[in-house]
Structure formats: structure tokens, C-alpha cells
């Protein structure tokens, strides 16, 4: 009964250990299950999560949410309509993985997850690094990327 966040340099397998430690114990791997509870609570689509994650404070997104309040956003767009900055992604984000961490049984991957559950009990912490042509390497077995984009992405 316990909790177990993967965090990991690109490439390095944290997604393949995740899910394979989950089979392996019978726990359920979190991933793509968290972004979709992000996006559910957010009222956002998952794409749109998924694009946040990628360039979260970018200038821009920190340019827009210093100038412009969520709540103002809110009003304009109506409570159906959802929005998400930085600060929002954070706290939902935060959120999202006490309630996966509080079902137990289960292996989560990064977004910090780590550092959420620093002091959360029966959490136990996996840091994957590898050299960096090794994480090329995993990449283009894993994913059938050429060598020129595997350098790319772990890059």
C-alpha cells in the first residue's frame, strides 16, 4: 500500500518503469489520467492541458495572467467556459495528485509530483537519469524516432 511518483530526464524510461512497476504490483500508473482530471476540473480539453504543460511560464502565459485576472476571464466567458494560467494549472495540478495519492496503490509520473508529496506518507520517490546517448538510444528503440530527432527531444 503505498504511492510512487517517477520523476526522469527525458528518455530515460520513466513512462515504460511506471507502467511496468504498476503491472508488476498491481497499482494503477498515472499519467494521461491526470491530465485528464486536470482538464475536467479546469473545464478545459486535454489538448489545451497538454499544450499548457508545454510551455508553462512561457513570457507570454506570464504576460496575460500578471495583467488579466481569472476571475475577470471568468465573467467575460461565462462559468461554462473554462480557462487555465500558470497559477491555476499549479493549484489543480496540486490538487489532482493528492486526490490520485490519497486512493493509494498507485505510480505516478512527474509534474512534480515528487515535491506535492514530499511529506505525504507511504510515498516513495524514483529519480531516473541516464547518459545521454543511452536516452537516445531508448528513444529510437522506443518510439522508432530517427537519431537526428531522439538528439533532438533529449536535448
Known sequence: MAV?????QFGAGGRTLGDRVAKQLGYSFEDDAIISEIANKAKVSPRTVEGHE????????RMITST?????????????IGYIDDKSYVETLREVIK??????NVVLLGRGSQYILKD?????????VGEKNDRVEFMMKNYGLSEKRAK????
Do not use: M, P, Q
Open 4 to 8: 510512487i511518483t517517477i520523476s526522469r
Open 54 to 61: 508545454r510551455v508553462i511560464g512561457s513570457l507570454i502565459s
Open 68 to 80: 488579466i485576472s481569472r476571475s475577470y476571464i471568468e465573467r467575460l466567458a461565462g462559468e461554462n
Open 99 to 104: 486526490e490520485f495519492a490519497r486512493r493509494d
Open 120 to 128: 505525504f506518507e507511504n510515498a516513495y520517490h524514483v529519480l531516473l
Open 152 to 155: 533532438k527531444e533529449v536535448e
